[in-house]
DNA sequence: TATTAAAGGAGAATTATTCTTATTTGAAAA
DNA sequence: TTTTCAAATAAGAATAATTCTCCTTTAATA
């Protein structure tokens, strides 16, 4: 992802283009594994160490209201950010933090054909996210 | 749910059973809507007025810790719990805090014939659980 | 009833996040 | 280009959910 692709991100949803924002949102971008506030802001300090806590927190918080990034759901108190916009599913490392993407168009076909045939009473569906829970095989691990 | 069968589950597992936890675990299976602990504390505080906040904290820890109670993903910073054990799904609802269980076992067999087939490499699947996320419609609101 | 490891209570500490307020800055307008 | 100013950032204080520490109480066993 070029840089010019990141301010246009932010231009087309009428942010103003900050080196703040440009480094959190690339941040997320290149971490790409579901990073919390504090991975981001280390891995910014790199280039930008005098970024300030306070405005990481406000930047993801606008991000978000933008659609520009997601939350992640998780159990634990530490919130995780993504920046894969199309709706997809999580793979959960059940020993460790782990968080992978998981694309599969086939899956989403088979489950928006099940909820067009069996409705929920009362409810219209927005979304749907399957949380697969499990273990990676140690062999090869990534 | 009768009261000896909640102390007999604190048994079960090996755990003493004193009037906190019991107040605890009842209090989430009678509240039943994936309580925080704010919440359950002040449904507990009409009987039981003294408990301790630590006590309510260290005592769902343990009731996690041995299988008794879940943690319910959210993306907030407040955590919930479920009573209910067997394996489910939750329906999230977008412009509240509302979360709804969802069992529908043609579902899990569904999607249990589909990574049957179609596996993950490196993982192996502990559990799958459907996040389905949107809007309850007005009408007889419960 | 006595014993004792386990559990609870109280309040301090921690920590992720939010707030406040002063300062700086991006970008539109002149 | 310079001016303007709403919007954004920095810094540190505040907040709030949760955890910790340390002392007291108690459930279960003998
Ligand atoms: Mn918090
Ligand atoms: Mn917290
Ligand atoms: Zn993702
Ligand atoms: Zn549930």
Redesign the interface.
Known sequence: MKIEEISNKLIEKGLRVTPQRMAILEAIIKLNNHPTAENIIEYIRKNHPHISLATVYKVLDALVENSLIK?????K?I?RYDALMESHHH?YC?DSDRIED?Q?N??NE??KK??DK?E?P????????????????K???K
Not at 71 to 75: C, I, Q, R
Not at 123 to 133: A, N, P, Q, V
């Open positions: 939350k992640v759901k998780t159990e108190d919130m793979i059940s998981y599969d086939e899956l088979l489950l099940y909820f069996k929920i009362n409810f219209k569906i927005e979304d749907l996210k399957l949380h697969i829970i499990g273990r990676f095989l062999t090869g691990k």
